[in-house]
């Protein structure tokens, strides 16, 4: 897969979280943190004041992208997870 080199705004909401999901489905599975682990990422995360429309303000990256490999943490200073 090559990189995109298009900007969020032309990009459709649908074909990037189709693009979001090819990335943690093409994860290894020895990088791939397990399912519930993922879902107990993303679920802290809904709650944190630092998600703005799936993206972390605290490090700018897409929470579902970095929550999807096992050996992240969360940028925050209080690391909720």
């Known amino acids: 897969m090559s990189p995109c080199r298009c900007l969020l705004k032309d990009t459709p909401e649908k074909?990037?979280?189709e693009n979001?999901?090819?990335y943690i489905?093409?994860?290894d599975d020895d990088i791939r943190a397990d399912e519930e682990v993922y879902q107990k990422r993303l679920s802290i995360c809904k709650r944190c004041g630092s998600?703005?429309?799936?993206?972390?303000?605290?490090?700018?990256?897409?929470v579902e992208m970095r929550a999807a490999?096992?050996?992240?943490?969360?940028?925050?200073e209080k690391r909720y997870w």
């Open 69 to 76: 490999v096992k050996n992240n943490r969360c940028p925050s």
């Open 20 to 22: 979001i999901r090819e």
């Open 25 to 27: 489905s093409g994860l």
């Open 15 to 17: 074909e990037l979280m």
């Open 51 to 62: 998600l703005m429309d799936g993206v972390c303000l605290k490090c700018g990256c897409y």
